[in-house]
Every structure is written in C-alpha cells, then in structure tokens.
C-alpha cells in the first residue's frame, strides 16, 4: 500500500531531485572558499586563513557502517513507516506527533521529521510542543503529523536522524543554522568571513543531508524495479534538467 502511493506522488520525487540540484550549487560556491591541499585514503589536509586541519579516516568508517546498518533496518521493516517510528523511539530520541506539524514547523523554518538542536525562541517554541519543558536549548527531537506518514520522506529524515544517532558530524547547531540559511539562497554572501571550523561544518551538513538524499531516492529506484527515477521525472515534466 505504501509504494503504492509513493508511486502515484511524483511530487516526492521532484523534491528530493531539486534538493540535490541545491545540494550542489551550495557545494560549489563553498568550494570557492574552502582549499584541499592533499588527500589520500585515510586522511584529507585542508588548509584556510593560515590553519591546517586535518580529518582522519573516521567519518568515512561511520557512513559505511550508517549505510549498511540503515540498509537492513529498512530490508528488515520493508520501509513501513510505524516499524520505523518505532525504532527511532526505542533509541533515545523523542517522537511527537501533532495535528498540522508541517505547518507548525513551518512556522520556524524547520522540516517536518527529525528537528536538530534548536537555541533561543525557537527551541522554546518546540520545547512547549512537545513538552519538553520551557528551555531555550531544545534537544534533537522527531516531529511528524498525525495520521498516515508519507514513507519516503520518514525514510530520508530516518537516514539523517541515524547518521546523527552513529556520531557523524554536520549536525551541531551552529553548521545546521548555515546549511538552512544557504542552501535556500542563490546569495554566497558571507560565506568567505567564515572560520575554518564553520566552513567544514557547513560541508559536513550538506554532505549528510546529501546522503540521506541519495539513498532515499536509490531506494526508490529499486521499488521500481528497473524503471529511472530521475527520467521519469522528467517524461513527467516535473523537472527541466
């Protein structure tokens, strides 16, 4: 039932390939301002205002093991949305579900599924929602509408909030608020006053929320069986590519 309704909402699949053409370009005008000196297999050096830093092998191991681990879980639960939410519960993070949360989040700019740490009125906006006291600093929390769960998009928020669950890096406050602020603007300003340390985690949340992204829509691809998703898209005029 559920694929089934996947497959007649073309729309889904147009956001997450529009969200990948954005992914890109806010990739490009970072490159600009961001220097890889050398790379090899367990180490990249970058070098920005006169700092070196240098990132080891270990986010690599970590989206491997995210990877797989998500592949199964979803293998085990065929997708199912309820199996997932269930999941997520059982692993230390709180999952609310409200009438209208789109618009609830929408409200704050932030996306219906798995909502980062949040800081000031916002974070006690949330906070209040889902009961979690009135602090201004809101803890990572699900957040998802009453009633039937579109899976694909719970599959690419799953994605995310499991690569937070395993450590990776990009989603700390301060690298979500810059990933949010540009991905949606065609405007770079500000990108080269950027410190080194906020460079890197601007290019680790992209790096995350493409990944999530991509498996999303590999997914999507083998439900299909041997059917393109993106050409299909396109046949269905959802996208000039």
């Known amino acids: 039932m559920y694929y089934i309704l996947f497959n007649m909402n073309i729309f889904k699949k147009i956001i997450y390939f529009l969200l990948q053409i954005q992914e890109k370009q806010l990739e490009k005008r970072l490159d600009k301002h961001l220097q890889t000196s050398s790379a090899n297999l367990t180490s990249k050096t970058i070098l920005a205002s006169n700092v070196t830093v240098t990132l080891t ?12 681990t998500v592949r199964e879980i979803v293998s085990g ?9 269930e999941y997520i519960k059982t692993h230390d993070t709180k999952v609310v579900q409200l009438a209208n949360a789109d618009k609830i989040l ?6 219906e599924g798995f909502v980062c740490e949040l800081k000031g009125w916002k974070a006690f906006y949330i906070n209040i929602l889902t009961d979690n006291g009135c602090s201004f600093n809101s803890k990572p929390v699900f957040i998802l509408r009453e009633g039937e769960i579109e899976p694909y998009h719970l599959l690419h928020q799953f994605y995310k909030w499991f690569s937070f669950y395993k450590g990776l890096p990009g989603f700390d406050y301060e690298s979500q608020q810059l990933f949010k602020k540009y991905l949606n603007s065609n405007d770079s300003k500000g990108i080269e006053s950027l410190t080194l340390g906020e460079m890197t985690g601007l290019k680790e949340a992209i790096a995350r929320d493409k990944e999530a992204t991509d498996f999303t829509i590999n997914y999507a691809k083998s439900i299909d069986g041997s059917k393109n998703v993106l050409d299909k898209m396109k046949n269905d005029g959802g996208a000039n590519v």
């Open 57 to 68: 092998s270990e986010t690599e191991k970590r989206k491997e093991l995210v990877l797989n």
């Open 77 to 85: 639960t065929k997708g199912n949305p309820n199996l997932l939410i």
């Open 106 to 111: 929408a409200f704050i700019k932030e996306e």
